[in-house]
């Protein structure tokens, strides 16, 4: 599930960079937070 979640952000963000540069901040935000995600379960020792 929460892989599912960073995926979405990512692309969420992808689409942020190629559209529109208004919400930019936000979208940068939400790679951030994927990318936390992605690390913890990383750390944890879990497969991606």
Do not use: D, K, N, P
């Not at 960073?6 to 208004?22: D, F, K, N, R």
């Amino acid at each position: 599930m929460i892989e599912i979640i960073a995926v979405v952000l990512v692309v969420l963000w992808l689409l942020g960079l190629v559209t529109s540069h208004t919400l930019g901040g936000f979208i940068h935000i939400l790679l951030v937070i994927a990318v936390v995600v992605i690390l913890v379960r990383v750390i944890q020792g879990r497969r991606l």
